[in-house]
């Protein structure tokens, strides 16, 4: 299949490319140039599927000719290596656990089906690859784990200095190798602007190899959409069912949205976000008007600008009313958010992470008679100790396997705010040119 820009569809290129380039020379998105539709036949035989079987028939719509069958198969064996449970927390609402992965966060998803999608083409190539990747918190160790050791890669992750949790930071400082961090003065939006200005740099891609792992890499962005498969494969089709998302930079809801506009009978979804609520105002006025980044508890959605609204738009042909028709946006600030966590471990002793807890609540005051509501969890709470401490009790403990990461030295760089600076600090290091 080729792929498009949302700033230009005459501006087309291969799975293989869009994957490489990450980010097309007009700073959109690539999408795919159509949306397969999946048949009647496939949806009603999901309950006898197994979750790599059901990717692998999507996800080959849109990677073939560019990765044969068998290495599909292989990377996405190798993808889906952990559970993803549908855990039942009260009556009509279940949270769908994408936080059983190696850095207990959903990208881990998506970071390993690109790490190894990316490395079957490097296989090809002389040149080593830099992948640049911001993050608010979880994408960072995601993409750590995904590359660590992957021949013919580096990574450089800039995430903002004092606005991820202390386990989000181990994560990416920790490993060492292929995997550099750099802490930059700022926020995220302004660790994805410098990101972006790296890749429409003319100048550095041609003394270096760069591509993405955020979820504006077609490879990222793609099997996200596989998990919301897995309701429908234990509950079957009939359902009403409302999938309330967390919503920072919007790969994870828009990937849905890819899958119901391929045939998944999704009901309809709510865009659950924070104090960071640009797409809930959009939703309700028409008006889209980023503000300035307010720093919340529920840190990996603090994004102001969210890179993957274009791909929102453009599933839904810039049309608002056809958004509205399967989306509602939610906000929730702070204190809410420590309301919804208490409440929902007090009367149902289950405990979310501050972003699944957003959407918990969303589903609390948006379901309606007749519906069934998944949320998604997509973060395990330990990643957010200081804010289960506060809200829910100080003596909860991290798992044993998150202990050991504390014992390990950190390795990170600070980095100004500034475009320059990044620079230098590529052309610093002789295995980057």
């Known amino acids: 299949m080729n792929f498009f820009s949302t700033n230009d569809r005459a501006n087309k290129t291969s799975f293989r ?16 140039e159509v949306i397969p539709s999946l048949d009647l036949k496939f949806l009603e035989s999901l309950h006898n599927r197994s979750l790599p079987e059901i990717a692998y028939h999507v996800l080959s719509l849109f990677s073939e000719p560019d990765i044969p069958s068998e290495k599909l198969q292989a990377i996405i064996e190798d993808t889906f290596i952990f559970d993803i449970p549908l855990v039942r927390v009260e009556e009509n609402i279940y949270c769908l656990e994408l936080f059983h992965g190696p850095t207990m966060a959903f990208k881990d998803v998506g970071a390993r089906f690109l790490a190894r999608t990316l490395s079957y083409f490097q296989e090809a190539e002389d040149e080593e690859t830099t992948i640049l990747v911001a993050t608010s918190g979880d994408t960072g160790g995601a993409v750590a784990s995904g590359f660590f050791n992957q021949a013919g890669i580096n990574v450089v992750i800039l995430y903002p200095s004092g606005k991820v949790t202390p386990l989000q930071d181990r994560q990416m400082t920790t490993l060492g190798g292929n995997i550099k961090a750099l802490e930059v003065d700022g926020d995220f939006d302004d660790c994805q602007a410098l990101v972006k200005q790296a890749f429409l740099d003319k100048n550095l891609n041609q003394r270096m190899k760069l591509s993405s792992a955020n979820s504006i890499n077609i490879a990222r962005w793609l099997p996200q959409s596989i998990y919301y498969y897995i309701p ?27 899958a119901k506009k ?8 709510i865009a659950a976000s924070n104090a960071n609520d640009v797409v809930p105002r959009y939703l309700e006025s028409g008006v889209y008007e980023p503000y300035k980044t307010i720093q919340t508890i529920a840190n990996a959605m603090d994004v102001s600008k969210p890179s993957n609204f274009t791909r929102l738009e453009t599933l839904y042909d810039h049309d608002l009313q056809n958004i509205l028709r399967d989306t509602s946006g939610y906000r929730l600030d702070d204190e809410g958010t420590r309301h919804a966590m208490q409440a929902c471990y007090h009367q149902n002793n289950y405990l979310m992470d501050p972003h699944s807890s957003i959407a918990y609540k969303a589903l609390h005051e948006q379901l309606q008679e007749g519906e069934e509501g998944i949320f998604l969890g997509t973060a395990h709470h330990s990643k957010f100790m200081n804010v289960m401490h506060e809200a829910i009790h ?30 230098a600090y590529f052309y610093s290091f002789n295995n980057f040119l």
């Open 17 to 32: 490319e869009s994957v490489i380039k990450s980010l097309p020379a007009d700073n959109g998105l690539y999408f795919p």
């Open 232 to 258: 429908f494969m234990l509950r079957g089709l009939d359902e009403k069912i409302v999938c309330s998302v967390p919503s920072g930079n919007y790969g994870n809801v828009t990937s849905g949205m890819l």
């Open 262 to 269: 391929m045939g998944l009978p999704i009901h309809r979804f």
């Open 394 to 423: 100080p003596n909860l403990e991290l798992p044993e396997k998150t202990k050991q990461l504390f014992e390990k030295e950190r390795q990170s760089e600070k980095l100004k705010n500034d475009y320059k600076e990044l620079k």
